[in-house]
């Protein structure tokens, strides 16, 4: 089972990036939860997760900026960040789980220019 992060890059603070996680190497659903993300010298954080019937939570410091969203027809799970400011910069990575086991994709590098 693979989570297949994409979608990061460079871009001027203001900005915006969109990011999406798929699944693949597995006919089962993965039950993609959200995102974290994880700047230089600092610990992995959570970035906005996402339950089976929808409902959002988002770190204090993307609320209104990023918006985390699945489609669950395509077992893919998206990042709409918006506004991005240089303190964005980070690995991104996606994660899922599926019968107690959790998944992490390979992260997605996000890196904002001021």
């Known amino acids: 089972v693979q989570l297949q992060a994409s979608g990061g890059g460079l871009v001027q603070a203001g900005g915006f990036l969109r990011l999406s996680c798929a699944v693949s190497g597995t006919t089962f659903s993965i039950n993609l939860v959200g995102w974290y993300r994880q700047a230089p010298g600092k610990q992995r954080e959570l970035v906005a997760t996402?339950?089976?019937?929808?409902?959002?939570n988002y770190a204090d410091s993307v609320k209104g900026r990023f918006t985390i969203s699945r489609d669950n027809a395509k077992n893919t799970m998206y990042l709409q960040m918006n506004s991005l400011k240089p303190e964005d910069t980070a690995v991104y990575y996606c994660?899922?789980?599926?019968?107690?086991?959790?998944?992490w994709g390979q992260g997605t590098l996000v890196t904002v220019s001021s």
């Open positions: 996402i339950t089976s019937g929808g409902n959002m």
């Open positions: 994660k899922g789980d599926r019968a107690a086991v959790t998944y």
